[in-house]
């Protein structure tokens, strides 16, 4: 079975610090999807990133960034000189590459950064 | 471009009613559409996958006579929730998955909050 665990339940930090977001995950499929979405106290999930199983080559976008270890099963996220609008709820997903698509996700990661 | 919208945003309604539900992908179209429920400070959790022409599939544990899904085009799936009561309040949100060259992507709408009185 799929499985997304972030262990980070809740994370509070001072605007501009560098923050961290972690995600493991489980799965027995050897093609697989990975994602990360933002979910601001608006209640709207806004999508961040797709990954497939076969590029492990780190992405950089603005100040975010991602970093997927195969070797480790994680696809960490990473905030750089964080803001007071990047507070929201940040889910990790994982989906099988076919058939029916669907997400299992993380329990989500409260990110709080404080100005 | 994947937008996804919903309507309403926000219903109040009275205990034994019933609430229809929208879901729009506004600018692609969409055979699968998803809907899930979300409780306070809790992960989605999903609730049954919309079909386009075909009955949904719904999870185990989901009455799906209590929800109704309808999937009529590429573009519109509707979820009614019927006989609602106090438990049925949650914020529901909704999925339409977008197909890609590299893969498929489920972009999400911007949610509806539930009251049931």
């Known amino acids: 079975a799929q499985k997304v665990t972030q262990a980070q339940t809740e994370i509070s930090v001072v605007e501009k610090e560098d923050v961290t977001l972690d995600c493991v995950y489980e799965t027995r499929d050897t093609t697989y999807y990975l994602f990360w979405y933002k979910q601001p106290p608006s209640g709207e999930l806004v999508f961040l990133i797709r990954r497939n199983s076969f590029d492990e080559q780190n992405e950089i976008s603005g100040r975010y960034s991602w970093n997927f270890q195969k070797s480790t099963s994680s696809f960490n996220f990473t905030i750089t000189a964080s803001q007071v609008v990047d507070s929201a709820v940040y889910f990790c997903?994982?989906?099988?590459?076919?058939?029916?698509?669907?997400?299992?996700f993380g329990q989500g990661t409260r990110l709080t950064i404080n100005p | 471009g994947a937008v996804v919208s919903q309507h309403p945003s926000r219903v109040i309604c009275k205990s034994g009613t019933s609430v229809k539900i929208e879901c729009r992908s506004l600018d692609f179209q969409a055979t699968t559409m998803f809907w899930y429920r979300q409780f306070p400070k809790k992960s989605l959790m999903l609730m049954a996958t919309s079909n386009e022409g075909s009955k949904a599939t719904y999870e185990q544990g989901v009455e799906k006579d209590k929800f109704l899904i309808n999937h009529a085009s590429l573009t519109l799936s509707t979820l009614t929730v019927t006989s609602a009561h106090p438990e049925d309040s949650s914020f529901y949100i909704c999925?339409?998955?977008?197909?890609?060259?590299?893969?498929?992507?489920?972009?999400f709408g911007p949610g509806t909050r539930l009251t049931v009185l």
């Open positions: 997903a994982l989906s099988e590459a076919k058939g029916a698509q669907k997400l299992v």
């Open positions: 999925s339409a998955v977008a197909s890609g060259r590299a893969g498929d992507t489920q972009y």
